[in-house]
């Protein structure tokens, strides 16, 4: 079973991500002579064996449905067994993005936790490319080895059982980025510069929750001639988009009028405002064209929530790059 690929028809041991609904999503290994139960019924996998990858399916008792989703490493992030905390997809795209990982590239990564990030990297570097995964916690390193390896991710990923901070990652000239989710990340950056290749400039992430942690993680980068030292939190923010009547301007003006002379609030006399029921889908904006005096406004809630932590980036030079600068900075100083 392979995250990477997709597969149409799903078989027995394959990984079947079972939706029941945008907050409720459950991972199921198929097994011939077994079922799942949810309060949407029994499911037998007898029955699903066979079926599509995204098909839709009733319950043996009839009393609802699911989908049989292809697993991808968005899903598992959603579903995965948390052993630690784990990276989600907003801080996730933005580190691939930042640390320019593409396919073919090798990546350190440590620790592993429960392996949450690892399964968007390796998708993203395979097939070629190899993720160096450290985590020094034993059973932590074996969950992952036999996860990674039944996720078809076997020949990308690399486990490694090593404390970083103390006897580093003992690589040299391997990789072009380097992801350190680590309490103490400033130790572990001597031995990352060595890890890079030597010959290209090359990324690093330290991802910490607190300000301290960065402060001290950018000493060390600094210490060690990383440049380009940018500290960035990714907040999520949740926009709620309905749709609002559009009266004319005339039709406003009296509106407010009358109602000022009743003395009700002028505010609601603008615009009257129709929020979308629970299933109601968003319009397009044809639809809105279409629609008498429609439009689409969005709203974002007061509070932004969803503080993970702090992503503190910056860029590796190699050797030869540091002697250029050097040159041309002393001669200009002749
Ligand atoms: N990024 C991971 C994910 O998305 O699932 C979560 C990483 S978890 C927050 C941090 C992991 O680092 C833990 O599993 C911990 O055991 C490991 N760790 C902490 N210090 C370490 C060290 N010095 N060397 C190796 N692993 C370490």
């Given amino acids: 079973m392979s995250f990477s690929g997709y597969k149409k028809y799903i078989e027995e041991g394959d990984l079947v991500i079972i939706y029941m609904t945008r907050d409720n ?4 290994y198929i097994k011939k002579d077994t079922s799942f139960n949810n309060r949407f019924g029994i499911f037998h996998h007898n029955d699903i064996i066979g079926k599509q990858f995204g098909s839709k399916m009733v319950s043996h008792n009839y009393r609802g449905f699911v989908y049989l989703l292809h697993p991808t490493p968005e899903l598992w992030t959603l579903v995965l067994p948390h052993r630690t905390q784990i990276l989600y997809i907003a801080d996730i795209s933005f580190i691939t993005t930042m640390l320019e990982m593409k396919p073919g590239v090798n ?19 395979a097939p070629h490319g190899r993720l160096y995964s450290f985590e020094y916690h034993q059973e932590r390193v074996n969950l992952a080895t036999t996860e990674f390896q039944e996720h078809g991710f076997g020949d990308i990923i690399k486990m490694h059982h090593r404390d970083v901070c103390k006897e580093g990652f003992q690589m040299k000239d391997e990789v072009s980025a380097v992801f350190l989710d680590l309490p103490a990340p400033w130790d572990a950056i001597a031995s990352a510069k060595e890890a890079f290749k030597q010959d290209r ?11 301290e942690q960065v402060a001290r993680s950018v000493t060390a980068l600094e210490e060690h001639g990383f440049i380009d030292i940018t500290m960035y939190e990714c907040l999520i923010r ?26 009700l609030p002028s505010v609601d006399s603008v615009a009257i405002k129709r929020k979308l029921s629970r299933d109601e889908p968003v319009p397009t904006a044809d639809e809105i064209e279409s629609t008498a005096n429609l ?8 509070e932004t929530r969803g503080h993970t932590s702090y992503l503190t980036f910056a860029t590796f030079l190699p050797p030869s790059a540091i002697q250029v600068v050097n040159a041309s900075s002393s001669s200009s100083s002749d």
């Fill in 295 to 302: 439009m689409l406004v969005s709203k974002t809630i007061g």
């Fill in 238 to 263: 949740e926009h709620t988009v309905a749709p609002l009547q559009k009266i004319e301007f005339s039709e406003a003006l009296k509106d407010a009028q009358e109602r000022r002379a009743k003395g």
């Fill in 201 to 211: 400039t090359g990324k690093i992430c330290c991802f910490s929750p607190c300000i």
């Fill in 25 to 28: 999503m459950t991972p199921i």
């Fill in 107 to 125: 990546v350190i990564e440590s620790g592993t936790g429960s392996g949450s990030f690892s399964h968007s990297i390796a998708r993203t570097i």
